[in-house]
Each structure stands twice: as C-alpha cells, then as structure tokens.
C-alpha cells in the first residue's frame, strides 16, 4: 500500500522559499509507472496543480507556467523521497499543499495528507 | 491551459436521492477524466477513474460517464457519508486542471 507522508514548515515570511518533502512508503520514486506531484489547494484558486517528477530512463520535470520560474521538485532515491521548493513567495501562496503519485500518467491515486503553508511575516 | 466547469456550485440533496454532477471541459480530452470527493480537512480521494471506470473500493453507487467535452459523476442513492465536495480534473495533458468544485449539501 502506497503512502505519502508530508513534512515541511507551516509559516513561511514573504520574499523567502517555501519546502516540503514527501516521504514515500510502499513505492519507489524511481518507478517507471508513476509520477510524483505536488498540488495545492486556496479559496481563491481552487486545487492547482504545482508540478511533477518522473523517471523513464531519465528524470523528466513538468511545472505549472504559473510557478515555473520560481518551482523546483527534486527526487531525493537515497531516501525515497521527493521534495518542493517554491522561492519568492507573496501571501498568494498561502495554501494547503499535497504530494500525490499518479500511476501512469492517468489519476492521482495516493495523497499525502496535505500541509496548510501560510505566508506572512 | 484546458478549463474545466462544473456545475452546479453546490446542491441540497435527501438521503436517498438521485444526485447528478456535470463537468465541462474547454476541449476534446477523450474520457481523460477524473472524479474526486474531498470531505473537510482531507485530501482529494479517487472516485472515478478514465471518464466511467470505478476505482477499487469505491461503492457503486458511484458512477461516471461521457467523452469528448462533456461528462457526468452520477450518486445513484445518496447516504449520510457521501455529503462532501467533488471535483473532475483532466489528465489528457499538462497541466493538470479540475473543476472549481461542486458542494453536495444536505436538505
């Protein structure tokens, strides 16, 4: 069984970098059948999907164009973990943020529990 | 990026009754749909899998349908458990996009 446990600091100033880490049990990140994402999830926006990292021979990276200046998720294989660090953060970055593994390109199937991040000084 | 709009917003519903959830997308993505149910302080959980397949564990009441733009999340008798959120997303390509979210709320 797949599970995503999420770490990372829940208040975060404005101007500094916003990182989580996703732990993974019961998968590796370097399977050739999932991606790894990160999600997140305001009133004003809704859920809006960050970015993903997956293996396929070689590690592929997909962001948001909204993010993508600022957005890096990185796998971290000596761990089994994968990891978000979004730099420059304003108070729109206030959100609960997820990791999610999507098998196969098709569904996100495992969720980690969510991380509320706020951004305020 | 691909929209996609759901409605209704929110609807009331009785125990028991037949609830109908739309989802619209701003192009063609086959039956590259999803459908999610998030309960308060929880992450999104999979409903609906490839526009109309089940997801394991998942009671059959559930079901889903269409292709093309235009697609359905259909609760065939609704219990206590399933008042909550549902939202569709799109996974015909990057980036990912869901619905704004419907409320199911009861009467």
């Known amino acids: 069984q797949v599970q995503l446990q999420q770490s990372g600091p829940g208040l975060v100033k404005p101007s500094q970098t916003l990182s989580l880490t996703c732990a993974i049990s019961g998968d590796s990140v370097s399977s050739n059948s999932a991606a790894w994402n990160w999600i997140r999830q305001s009133p004003s926006r809704g859920l809006e999907w960050l970015g993903r990292t997956y293996y396929r021979s070689k590690w592929y990276n997909d962001y948001a164009l909204s993010v993508k200046s600022r957005i890096t998720i990185n796998p971290d294989t000596s761990k089994n973990q994968f990891s978000l660090q979004l730099n420059s953060v304003t108070p729109e970055d206030t959100a609960v943020y997820y990791c999610?593994?999507?098998?196969?390109?098709?569904?996100?199937?495992?969720w980690g529990q969510g991380t509320l991040v706020t951004v305020s000084s | 990026d691909i929209q996609m709009t759901q409605s209704p917003s929110s609807l009331s519903a009785s125990v028991g009754d037949r609830v109908t959830i739309t989802c619209r997308a701003s192009?063609?993505?086959?039956?590259?749909l999803n459908w999610f149910q998030q309960r308060p302080g929880k992450a999104p959980q999979l409903l609906i899998y490839s526009a109309s397949s089940l997801q394991s564990g998942v009671p059959s009441r559930f079901s889903g349908s269409g292709s093309g733009t235009d697609f359905t999340l259909t609760i065939s008798s609704l219990q206590p458990e399933d008042f909550a959120t549902y939202y569709c997303?799109?996974?015909?390509?990057?980036?990912?996009?869901f619905g704004q979210g419907t409320k199911v709320e009861i009467k």
């Open positions: 192009q063609s993505i086959s039956t590259y």
């Open positions: 999610a593994r999507d098998t196969n390109f098709q569904y996100f199937h495992h």
């Open positions: 997303q799109q996974s015909y390509n990057t980036p990912r996009t």
